[in-house]
């Protein structure tokens, strides 16, 4: 039966070591060739078996490590919910009166910009070299990290990075930039969160405003105006390939610096542009020929001085700053331009010849506003702003306000004082030229600058008078009391200096300097507004008519005939400080008030560099460029004088002011910007001019002097004027007689 046969042959295993003789069909010997197929079968399914198995187990064991680290490093950090993207850090957008950019300030060094404000070729030029899958992965792109791990491990080095640029948001957002196991599971974790709370747009936008670019630029706004002096709204292919190319080595591929190096790079980010079908052959070709704007010098341009102040007042303004504002100024960026090239051109021919090495200089219209202001030679090379921050000697340039004081308590241009040797206490000042001229006007001694006379009124007028003149007109530095404040010896700031002047420019109303107009958020939300539009009061018309005209002596024909302007009215005051260490000139026409300063950080000596000197001539390099086009108008009182009213008449009729303004015609000008900026709109608003009081220093009910003959001199020999020390003088009228004079009395 079948089934005992099968019985039979089953054959029990034997261990012997003859089990193979029991073997069925054991008498049977197969072919050698049937024999090796099934050894290499056998070997080759074995091996592929293998080799799967430990794949399966080292992936099941590799994925719970993997997870084990996520988790560990994972738990380090906070929970998943409280995640939340920090805020960039505030730009302040400085803007000049046309309505461009003077600068950005900020840790950024520029404002945030959507992807449709900026120029469409960065986010296509950054995609493409950066990362290429980018709207297709889900924050890791596996197929990239696998590739830059094969081209690294066959080069031998870091060449390219796995990283998205989700992954890199990431990092710049969240995390240090240590290489490290937790850092790069934590930038994972940060990603695939990042990619599940936001869009694709938002995520590359993100990353555009915050990536750093070098120096000192963070984000594509403060890349493109550092790198190409625009906005990145405006940059062309080639321009937008440049950024693109500084994310690899921002320091060693800058433009500024390596400008063969960003461009070689550049051609790199093209080519990647053209693989990822971005853009053609044809417009690679017309890229190569678009040379990317000129680099300019790190922080150069004299508008950064302007900038900086900005940010010193704003504090004071809004507070602490803690979003992005638009901060518009009073700058006009043409005359910034001018003011800047004016004071560099003069240290570049003059420097080493006369020993200059700084200069400074502010223009500022009737209202206060500051349209130019220039801090130092080379802003690259210098922050510092000797215009606004620096207290130096004025010299002479102070003179106008003793003569002003003295105006005030009843002098006039024709009266007399006796130029000569002046001996006050111990202390005797001289004349430049130590040469006297006798009896002379009060106009004739404010043109040619005499010391003997001004240091006489100084002490006749009473120094705090000269002082609370000077605090009134908008001079705030602390003033010493003392004989020598004629000459300019207490340190004042240029800006204060030139808006005192200014006064005298719009007709004697306080012309406070400022540089902030507005500020905004970048919604339109006002945070502040100036509110300099009325400004009170602070000099007489018949005052300023007066030393306006005598002003006019000094460019006219005394010592800052170099001022000259050809079609307009100027006045001014020149000022040079002991050993030469200070040298001024400060003057104005209907339009503009403008003080240029020259001399060294240290305090060493010019070589005899005056007032009338180099900064007479810079300041009208400069005013003539600033009114380039103008119509020439007439200074307040078209260089007219007139009779100064006795102060105890002013005092009787306290009405006078007003009929002096309609009857007399002195107060038709207010300047030019003034009235453009103003609409014009004070009429008689404003508070009266200050009279004295008796108690002002002792003097302020001097009386007035007398006017006398110009012919005081008749050939006879004159005394010197020993003025003593300070006392305040009598009540009863000065004696002006020729006799009296000659007599001492």
């Known amino acids: 039966m079948a089934g005992n046969k099968k019985y039979r042959d089953r054959i029990e295993p034997t261990f012997d070591g003859q089990g193979s003789r029991d073997k069925p069909n054991s008498g049977r010997r197969p072919s050698k060739g049937k024999k090796k197929t099934k050894v290499r079968r056998g070997g080759f399914v074995g091996l592929v078996r293998f080799m799967a198995y430990w794949c399966i187990v080292l992936g099941i064991w590799g994925t719970v490590a993997v997870a084990g680290v996520v988790v560990y490093y994972g738990s380090k950090m906070p929970a998943a919910s409280s995640w939340a993207i920090p805020d960039r850090p505030p ?184 693989d990822a079908g971005y853009i053609t052959d044809s417009e690679i070709k017309t890229a190569m020929n678009q040379e990317p704007a000129q680099a300019k010098h790190f922080w150069s341009g004299a508008s950064h001085y302007a900038a900086d102040m900005v940010m010193d007042e704003l504090k004071t303004l809004v507070g602490d700053v803690n979003q992005d504002l638009v901060v518009d100024t009073t700058i006009d ?33 009737g209202t206060g506003a500051i349209r130019a202001l220039v801090g130092g030679k080379d802003y690259s090379e210098s922050q510092y702003n000797r215009a606004w921050k620096a207290k130096r000697q004025p010299g002479s340039a102070f003179k106008p306000f003793v003569y002003a004081t003295a105006l005030e308590q009843g002098d006039s241009p024709d009266s007399i004082r006796n130029d000569a040797p002046v001996k006050i206490g111990n202390w005797t000042p001289e004349n430049y030229e130590k040469k006297y001229d006798g009896p002379v006007t009060l106009a004739y001694a404010l043109a040619h600058s ?203 009729a306290p009405g006078d002011q007003q009929m002096v303004r309609q009857d007399d015609g002195i107060d038709t000008l207010y300047g030019l910007i003034s009235r453009v900026l103003s609409g014009d709109k004070r009429k008689t608003d404003y508070p009266p001019a200050p009279v004295g009081n008796a108690d002002n220093g002792g003097n302020g009910g001097r009386q007035p002097v007398e006017e006398m003959p110009q012919q005081v001199n008749n050939g006879g020999p004159v005394p010197p004027a020993d003025v003593g020390t300070y006392e305040p003088p009598p009540r009863a009228p000065r004696k002006t007689s020729l006799l009296g004079i000659i007599m001492g009395e």
């Open 333 to 365: 960026p043409t005359l910034e331009k001018a003011a800047g090239d004016a004071i560099a051109t003069a240290i570049d021919k003059n420097g080493k010849k006369l020993d200059v090495e700084q200069g400074a200089l502010v223009s500022i219209d």
């Open 450 to 652: 005499i010391n003997t006379v001004a240091a006489q009124l100084a002490q006749e007028v009473g120094p705090n008078n000269i002082i609370k003149l000077a605090h009134r007109m908008g001079i705030e530095s602390e003033l010493e009391p003392n004989a020598s404040i004629a000459l300019g010896t207490s340190e004042v700031s240029l800006v204060e200096l030139t808006g005192a002047y200014a006064a005298f420019m719009n007709g004697g109303y306080k012309a406070t300097p400022h540089i902030i107009r507005r500020v905004s958020t970048t919604d339109g939300k006002v945070l502040y507004e100036n509110t300099y539009d009325k400004p009170p009061r602070v000099l007489e018309p018949r005052t300023v008519v007066n030393m306006n005209t005598m002003m006019m002596g000094v460019v006219n024909q005394g010592t800052g005939t170099a001022a000259k302007l050809p079609g307009w009215q100027v006045a001014g005051k020149t000022g040079t400080t002991q050993s030469y260490r200070d040298a001024l000139f400060v003057g104005f026409t209907s339009n503009l008030t403008t003080g240029v300063w020259f001399g060294n950080d240290d305090g060493h000596s010019m070589k005899r560099v005056t007032g009338g000197g180099l900064p007479a001539r810079t300041w009208q390099e400069f005013m003539a460029a600033a009114h380039q086009g103008l119509s020439p108008a007439p200074l307040y009182g078209e260089g007219q004088t007139v009779d100064q009213q006795p102060r105890q008449q002013q005092q009787q």
């Open 91 to 274: 730009n302040v957008k400085i803007m000049a009166v046309d309505g461009t950019v003077l600068a950005n300030r900020g840790p950024t060094g520029g404002e945030a910009l959507t992807l449709d404000e900026m120029s469409p070729y960065i986010p296509m030029a950054v995609i493409s070299i950066e990362d290429r899958r980018f709207y297709s992965h889900f924050g890791i792109d596996p197929i990239g990290l696998a590739r830059a791990m094969v081209t690294n491990v066959l080069t031998g080095h870091m060449v390219q990075g796995g990283s998205t640029l989700t992954q890199q948001l990431a990092k710049n957002l969240f995390l240090s930039p240590e290489r490290t196991l937790e850092r790069k599971v934590q930038e994972v974790l940060l990603a695939l969160w990042l990619e599940h709370k936001f869009s694709k747009d938002q995520i590359l936008a993100m990353y555009l405003n915050r990536v750093y670019f070098g120096a000192n630029s963070y984000g594509v706004e403060a890349a493109s105006r550092r790198y190409f002096n625009k906005s990145a709204r405006d940059v062309n292919l080639a321009e937008a390939a440049t950024l693109a190319g500084l994310l690899k080595a921002p320091s060693r591929l800058s433009p500024a610096t390596n400008p063969d190096g960003a461009k070689a790079r550049a051609q790199v980010v093209l080519g990647a542009m053209k």
